[in-house]
């Protein structure tokens, strides 16, 4: 079963927009919610993270808004850039459920 | 620092075939994990061994055998490849586990096998 369902499954952003991939999850129990960034030939890394006692975490130009009550959260890329262009991937909890990835494109 | 280290990095198997994928990371970092990665299936995991001597199942774990041979290593064995298990699959290790920054994971960069 799909406990974390992320959408889309593909974005293009022009550069200086706004990126936004959305998360949601189903176990109350699920308390810690991280963003891993990939690029083409590698291996998954911490983009950002957040716990369910705050609602927001600013890291740069990356943003986790966090809404304990819908059981969702999402990652917003202000200014987005062509060297953001990679597959984003949401996760939840200990064990580190991953979401199903968003190919973001970020044009010129 | 080399940080976490797979190998190979590319594999053909024909059906009916063994391999086994080997992971080490040299972070002294206590949990280990195998995943594997599909197109749009996002990444699953397969076994994790919370510490030196454990290994658990993850949510895809059937074909598949695991070894935590010690801290630093472990290995991903297939014992009869079918082409269903043609991937992605990535060795990943974090300094412990729960939840708190002691699960950041840091990943291997990822060994792709075909099996035919």
């Known amino acids: 079963q799909q406990q974390v369902k992320q959408s889309p499954q593909s974005l293009i952003v022009q550069k200086g927009g706004i990126s936004i991939i959305n998360c949601a999850y189903e176990?109350?129990?699920?308390?810690?919610f991280p963003w891993y960034q990939q690029f083409p030939g590698k291996g998954p890394a911490l983009l950002i993270a957040i716990r369910p006692d705050v609602s927001e975490k600013k890291e740069g130009r990356f943003t986790i808004s966090f809404n304990k009550s819908a059981k969702q959260f999402s990652l917003h890329i202000m200014d987005s850039q062509p060297g953001d262009s990679a597959t984003y991937f949401c996760a939840a909890t200990d064990k580190l459920i991953f979401g199903t990835g968003t190919r973001l494109q970020v044009f010129p | 620092n080399a940080g976490v280290t797979q190998t190979p990095k590319f594999q053909v198997l024909k059906t009916g075939q063994s391999m086994t994928l080997q992971c080490a990371q040299d972070?002294?970092?206590?949990?280990m994990y195998w995943y594997r990665q599909d197109p749009g299936m996002g990444l699953r995991l397969i076994y994790y061994s919370a510490s030196e001597g454990t290994t658990d199942k993850g949510e895809v774990p059937n074909g598949y055998n695991v070894s935590r041979l010690n801290k630093r290593e472990f290995s991903l064995r297939l014992e009869s490849a079918a082409p269903s298990q043609t991937s992605v699959y990535f060795c990943?290790?974090?300094?412990?586990?729960?939840?708190?920054?002691?699960?950041?994971?840091?990943f291997g960069a990822g060994s792709r096998l075909t099996v035919l």
């Open positions: 972070m002294n970092h206590n949990s």
């Open positions: 990943a290790s974090s300094i412990g586990q729960g939840s708190s920054g002691a699960n950041v994971l840091t």
């Open positions: 176990n109350t129990a699920f308390d810690y």
